[in-house]
């Protein structure tokens, strides 16, 4: 590869196995391969992207960080979890949804050569745009339970050094639905005072939660507020995908660079989207609405941990995936994608480049398939094995 940047990054695997099954055209598929979802947006946000495609002003690259009500929406929300207020004009910015956001404070924060700490497994895209702005990534590893996946917030912390430029966690984790708590954020506090590192929280779905239990922002913690980037998204919690909508905050001198970052990276956010999210994010009922969409994804995983009893599956704590261990088979996760995808019509993908331990795990989706379509997981595994 002639590019040096790209020697490192593989692809994600998901749009190998989409496209295959895309190009099946089988309704008898079931699509557990990519994180769409068929639960619908707000009523609000529907309103409000009607209304804005006759609207001129929406049509158009300006502002270029994102429209006054999308950033006053945006910083509020994000304040209200986080404990704290940010100033819309300086604090906050947006971006053409979460990971362009993710990308633009890397760019910000990491020198070619410096590490970010990340947990393992975790989404290849973000591993990738941890490589493609210079950093190393630094995995510390997650450990699979009967009851879900936990990370140790002492090793969490132990893996920030002297090389250290930021840490970039996710809560709920995809693809685990790994939850990070209090003591997590508050080992990392010391250790990235000490070495004067960044926190990149990615909260892009950190009210899907399965515990019942609100988000735990990370700038709550004493000594974070001023070291925490939080990157938000309106594809996962708002159902907002196609809209291609998030949000950066964090302290005023970082948001200058971000912001920087920004007008050279993509640009802009999709104009006649802004107003829908920021009506979403607004709106009185936003946490009922998000709550009840959880509910019905917590519904459809229980459905497959039901169907999928006796197999190597680790349960969720939050999210929209699980995950398959395939050791226990004597398959690898590429041998099993294709054994699903051949025998029992079910595109799911494996994990190579998921962090170290990916390449040990097959990815379910739960978030766009309805429960009546998942009641015959058991005999298309069956099928498969």
């Known amino acids: 590869m002639p590019v040096s ?3 490192d990054i593989p692809g994600i695997g998901v749009d190998e196995v989409g496209d295959a099954a895309d190009a099946a055209a089988d309704p008898e598929f079931l699509r557990l391969e990519n994180l769409d979802t068929d639960v619908r947006p707000p009523a609000v946000a529907l309103a409000a992207t009607r209304a804005a495609v006759d609207a001129d002003d929406a049509n158009s690259y300006l502002p270029f960080q994102g429209r006054g009500s999308l950033l006053e929406a945006a910083a509020a929300h994000v304040g209200r979890i986080a404990g704290r207020a940010y100033d819309p004009a300086t ?3 947006g971006v053409a949804g979460g990971l362009n956001g993710i990308l633009n404070a890397l760019l ?4 070619p050569g410096e590490e970010v700490v990340l947990c393992d497994p975790i989404y290849a895209g973000l591993v990738n745009r941890v490589r493609l702005a210079g950093g190393v990534p630094r995995f510390v590893p997650c450990e699979a339970s009967a009851g879900g996946w936990t ?3 002492e090793r969490l912390a132990g893996a920030v050094g ?4 930021a840490v970039l966690m996710m809560g709920p984790a995809m693809p685990t639905g790994l939850v990070l708590d209090e003591t997590h954020w508050t080992a990392l506090a010391g250790a990235l005072e000490r070495h004067d590192a960044w926190l990149i929280y990615d909260a892009a779905m950190e009210r899907i939660r399965f515990d019942g239990r609100g988000p735990g922002h990370p700038a709550r913690v004493p000594g974070l507020a001023g070291r925490t980037i939080t990157v938000g998204s309106a594809s996962k919690e708002l159902r907002m995908i196609g809209w291609r909508v998030g949000w950066v905050t964090g302290p005023a001198e970082i948001l200058h660079d971000v912001r920087l970052v920004g007008l050279t990276n993509v640009v802009c956010q999709v104009g006649i ?3 829908a999210v920021a009506a979403a994010l607004a709106a009185p009922d936003a946490d009922a609405d998000v709550a009840a969409a959880t509910a019905t994804w917590r519904e459809r995983c229980e459905t497959i941990l039901d169907q ?6 680790v349960r969720p704590h939050g999210g929209w995936s699980l995950l398959i261990d395939t050791r226990p088979l004597g398959l690898s996760p590429a041998d099993l994608s294709r054994r ?3 025998r029992a019509k079910v595109a799911a993908t494996p994990m190579d480049g998921w962090g170290p331990s990916g390449a040990h795990h097959l990815r379910l989706v739960f978030a766009n398939e309805p429960v009546e379509r998942l009641g015959d997981l058991r005999e298309r595994f069956r099928l498969a094995l």
Do not use: N
């Open 162 to 165: 002297p090389r250290t430029a």
């Open 91 to 93: 604090e906050c910015v």
């Open 151 to 153: 990370v140790d917030p």
């Open 108 to 111: 910000a924060t990491v020198e």
């Open 340 to 342: 699903l995808f051949e």
């Open 5 to 7: 940047r790209l020697r």
């Open 273 to 275: 989207a802004q107003e």
């Open 308 to 313: 999928l009893s006796g197999l190597p599956v």
